[in-house]
T-cell receptor
Framework: QKEVEQNSGPLSVPEGAIASLNCTYS??????FFWYRQYSGKSPELIMS????GDKEDGRFTAQLNKASQYVSLLIRDSQPSDSATYLCAVNTSFQKLVFGTGTRLLVSP | GAVVSQHPSRVICKSGTSVKIECRSLDFQATTMFWYRQFPKQSLMLMATSNEGSKATYEQGVEKDKFLINHASLTLSTLTVTSAHPEDSSFYIC???????????????FGPGTRLTVL
């Protein structure tokens, strides 16, 4: 079992729709969770962090965490073509290491 | 805030040469910096953790004599790829953690990356 799992996609959504990205992790001792956006050929950019169960909203982005289910998600409302990128889920494990998933490629069509 | 720079952004070198990559935190002090490598269509893999004033901690399978890391100040870490070979061609990315933030959260800010091509 991989430490952090994401569906590779691509996830295709029309402009204006809600994009839902999911991530599961294996280390129950993990305490902090991050979503990074990575454009092709560029380095990751931190867009959301979440540390406790529930929802955290920041603009068009909402991160959701369920530690009991070992599940973290990212919702992007009113998706724009500029949101097209690969979204990396990262988990700070109980060993204090940031482990990345392989990423989900999001395509937002005009 | 939380800006990390990396230099150079791209380097092409001949097999057998050494390449040095610099990582700087521009607006915060970073006691800990991290070096990652990313091959095409793969995720980031941690190579080593660099602590200011002490030896780096390398991940399993990463040769410490080949990838030399120096973290001489709170704002600068360097990675030197020694005797580079074509299989070392990759995207090298550093990140930094603000020492004022809670280290237990391990929130990291990434540099723009260095694309290394070894001929």
């Amino acid at each position: 079992q991989k430490e952090v799992e994401q569906n590779s996609g691509p996830l295709s959504v029309p402009e204006g729709a809600i994009a839902s990205l999911n991530c599961t992790y294996s280390d129950r001792g993990s305490q902090s969770f991050f979503w990074y956006r990575q454009y092709s050929g560029k380095s990751p950019e931190l867009i959301m962090s979440i540390y406790s169960n529930g929802d955290k909203e920041d603009g068009r982005f909402t991160a959701q965490l369920n530690k009991a289910s070992q599940y973290v998600s990212l919702l992007i409302r009113d998706s724009q073509p500029s949101d097209s990128a690969t979204y990396l889920c990262a988990v700070n494990t109980s060993f204090q290491k940031l482990v990345f998933g392989t990423g989900t490629r999001l395509l937002v069509s005009p | 805030g939380a800006v990390v720079s990396q230099h150079p952004s791209r380097v092409i070198c001949k097999s057998g040469t050494s390449v040095k990559i610099e990582c700087r935190s521009l607006d915060f002090q970073a006691t800990t910096m991290f070096w990652y490598r990313q091959f095409p269509k793969q995720s980031l893999m941690l190579m080593a953790t660099s602590n200011e004033g002490s030896k780096a901690t390398y991940e399993q399978g990463v040769e410490k004599d080949k990838f030399l890391i120096n973290h001489a100040s709170l704002t600068l870490s360097t990675l030197t790829v020694t005797s580079a070979h074509p299989e070392d061609s990759s995207f090298y990315i550093c990140s930094a953690r603000d020492w004022l933030a809670g280290s237990s959260y391990n929130e990291q800010f990434f540099g723009p990356g260095t694309r290394l091509t070894v001929l």
